[in-house]
């Protein structure tokens, strides 16, 4: 659940006590009210209940993305390159990103850095995201 391309479209809930943002009203009603253990008077124990981590980006937050995408496993078997690339010009190694192109950069996730803000910040966090395509606000 992270806010969406069309960000006029993205939602911003307190659901189970903690703020979350959806690509749609559509995203946000199956999480606030389908997955829930009761749908219109009826139990479904089953639904929603999702293996694993729910938000993987809140297991990184703070983290450095070099050590992130090693996690995952998205290094080469030489241990340094990047399996994703930016190019397809795969011939050059020279031209191949590797961990010491991404390290120092660190990652910070959109549903913990929106529950760290005050009433008043994440409203016009969300309003400053919505209202220019082009620009991510920053936090201070």
């Not at 006590?17 to 995203?27: G, I, K, L, M, N």
Request: proline share 6%; with cysteine; glycine share 4%.
């Amino acid at each position: 659940m992270v806010p969406c391309l069309i960000r006029e479209d993205m939602v911003v809930d307190k659901v189970d006590d903690q703020w979350r943002t959806y690509c749609s009203e559509t995203c946000h009603w199956t999480d606030a009210v389908a997955f829930r253990s009761e749908y219109e008077g009826r139990r479904t124990p089953n639904m929603g209940r999702l293996t694993g981590a729910r938000e993987w980006e809140s297991l990184y937050h703070g983290r450095d993305l070099a050590d992130i995408i090693t996690d995952l496993g998205y290094v080469r078997d030489d241990g340094k390159t990047l399996v994703p690339q930016p190019h397809l010009d795969l011939d050059d190694p020279k031209k191949l990103w590797t961990l010491d192109d991404v390290r120092g950069i660190t990652f910070a996730s959109p549903n913990v850095t929106l529950n760290e803000m005050s009433d008043e910040e994440r409203e016009e966090h969300v309003a400053a995201y919505k209202a220019n395509p082009n620009v991510t606000p920053t936090v201070t």
